[in-house]
């Protein structure tokens, strides 16, 4: 059990690298929004043509980023949505048993089928060079590739909680989130 704990641990740093990268990428994420904003309002005054669409597409790439690049690290720090009433009133096994059932069940299987189906995607973009369709747009075979990229990241962090959790069905404690 050690050594899957030992792969669980590399996982959780690597997402964890990706989020700081992630941290960042807002921030670049809002000056583009914001130098957007106030090259727009200048446009209207001078006429200068300043704002275009490279800066809106390039808001929409760092958003997709943000939240493709962000769902590994969501999901490390047990930070996404959950809809469960009775999620925080279980044990530490039945908790376990419930993220198990929901990594098994709905997580791996949905990270499956969205590589397999954006793949060809990705391929064909690549295969055209795809480019935007908007005067001044950037190409989208970049963007695109981040698809699966993301959700593979996101089945390597399930696959290190499917056996986080089958470690503590085991008997073993829960890790922090240093992994201790």
């Given amino acids: ?3 899957w704990l030992r792969l669980a641990r590399g996982i959780d740093r690597f997402s964890e690298r990706t989020g700081r990268v992630v941290y ?3 921030l670049v994420m809002v000056g583009v929004a ?3 904003a106030v090259l727009r ?3 209207r005054f001078t006429g200068a ?3 275009s669409n490279t800066w809106i597409e390039l808001q929409w790439y760092l958003f997709s980023l943000v939240f493709l690049l962000g769902a590994a690290y969501t999901l490390k720090h047990d930070a996404h949505v959950r809809v469960d009433v009775l999620f925080g009133r279980l044990s530490a096994r039945g908790r376990a048993w419930i993220n198990l059932l929901g990594t098994v069940l709905f997580l791996i299987p949905f990270c499956l089928m969205a590589l397999w189906m954006s793949w060809p995607v990705v391929i064909n973009s690549w295969a055209l060079l ?3 369709p908007d005067p001044g747009g950037l190409p989208r075979y970049p963007i695109k590739t981040v698809i699966p990229l993301a959700f593979a990241l996101l089945l390597a962090q399930g696959v290190s909680l499917l056996i986080k959790q089958v470690a503590v069905l085991r008997g073993h404690p829960p890790e ?3 992994g201790r």
């Fill in 24 to 26: 960042w990428l807002i």
């Fill in 41 to 43: 309002y200048l446009d």
């Fill in 34 to 36: 914001a130098a957007n």
């Fill in 1 to 3: 059990m050690e050594g």
């Fill in 176 to 178: 922090d989130e240093d």
């Fill in 49 to 51: 043509g300043l704002s």
């Fill in 130 to 132: 795809e480019q935007s």
